[in-house]
């Protein structure tokens, strides 16, 4: 079985991602309407590195077949850092994002 058919068995949570549409000119972010997908959401306290690259704690990790870049929202809780799983073959089966 590949990684990614193992994930996919395993994102049994639903959540609400509202993805980022980056800054505009004045250097607000604005979001795209939120859609539901499918995760594994584990509550875990981590050290990751925020975009500014300074050292923060993530309470969440949450696991992921659809992409998830920082800045997105899941569940109204912007995203902290991410993370892609890659397969053996040099495929992206997943990703990893930090709340």
Known sequence: MRYADRLKRY????VTLERSTGPDEW??????PPESIKV???GSRKL????EGNTVVSGTT???????RAQDKINGVAVISTGDWIGLDGTVCGWEAYL
């Open 27 to 32: 250097g607000t972010v604005g979001y795209e």
């Open 40 to 42: 594994r959401k584990q």
């Open 62 to 68: 949450v696991f992921s077949s659809v992409e998830i």
């Open 48 to 51: 990751v590195r925020d975009a």
């Open 11 to 14: 994102c049994n949570q639903t």
